[in-house]
């Protein structure tokens, strides 16, 4: 094996081991039954490529802990526009607002791509290791 074959190994066993962390802290924190409001609230618009892709994203993570709470609201509906525009005040997100817009306790996530993805993770992973996730409904 060569030196880029075992980074390139280092790298995959890195991320299985924190994909795992991840499921067993998730799993243990985040029971159902914990709270009736959502850890993560996710704006998104139908025909959006991004929001399709965060989606996908978000439901990986409720497949690896079913007790993950989450509420989606349409962008262009009256109540996810009106909810956004309250919490979007609380979270300082920048007008105009993009979409798909995913709040995770205290974090908002706007847009898709690899860093998206990576802070999703990130607040997903440290809002169950936290000693209460708050709900962004609030």
Same mark, same amino acid.
Do not use: F, H, M, T
């Given at each position: 094996m060569n030196t880029s074959q075992g980074v390139r190994r280092a790298r995959e066993l890195q991320g299985c081991c924190l994909a795992? @962390? @991840?499921? @067993?802290?998730?799993a243990g924190c985040m029971a159902p039954g914990t709270s009736e409001r959502p850890a993560v609230v996710f704006f998104y618009m139908e025909?959006?490529?991004h929001c399709t892709r965060m989606k996908e994203v978000l439901e990986t993570l409720l497949d *690896?802990?079913?007790g993950l709470t989450v509420r989606y609201y349409d962008f262009k509906s009256s109540t996810g526009?009106?909810?956004?525009?309250k919490l979007a +005040? #609380?979270? #300082?997100? $920048?007008?105009? +607002?993009? %979409?798909? %817009?995913? @709040?995770v306790c205290d974090?908002?996530?706007v847009g898709e791509g690899r860093? $998206? *993805?990576l802070a999703l993770r990130n607040a997903v992973a440290a809002c169950a290791l936290g000693p209460a996730c708050s709900?962004?409904?609030q």
């Open positions: 795992a @962390l @991840l499921v @067993l802290v998730l025909d959006c490529s *690896e802990s079913p526009q009106s909810l956004l525009q +005040i #609380r979270y #300082r997100l $920048q007008s105009p +607002i993009d %979409v798909p %817009v995913i @709040l974090k908002a996530i860093p $998206q *993805e709900s962004p409904l």
